[in-house]
């Protein structure tokens, strides 16, 4: 499995890559905004897309929108802070597939990644 995670915080994506090794994921790529995160999109491919909402230069909800005009079937994961209903509204309607709100726990965001990994596989 291939993930594509996207934080302005260093720190956020050492605690998520752990995560993701925990969980028997090594191949990740690190974006610190969706700037960033949108040329290696472009540049490979991934298999889920993990990324922050708020985030300068290219916000998630942006980065969200420019991924599903290039690709509408890849799973992208919003793990934010963000619960207000509107805006999870509003990034459902921009195709996001699911929702993790931080803080979380190495089995939330496996729960996520087998949910959608397995979605994908079919």
Known sequence: M???LV???GTMRSIQRRCLN???????????DGVQALQLF???AFDVVLT???????????LLQEIRRRNREIPIVM???????????????FGVSDYLVKPFTPDGLREKLDKWMQVSRQ
């Open 22 to 32: 925990k969980l028997g994921v090594e191949d990740v790529a690190e974006a610190e």
């Open 52 to 62: 922050d909402w708020n985030m300068p230069n290219m916000d998630g909800l942006t």
């Open 7 to 9: 934080d302005d915080s």
């Open 79 to 93: 793990i934010t802070t963000e619960a207000e209903r509107s805006r999870v509204v509003q990034a459902i309607q």
């Open 42 to 44: 472009d540049a490979g």
């Open 2 to 4: 291939k993930v594509l």
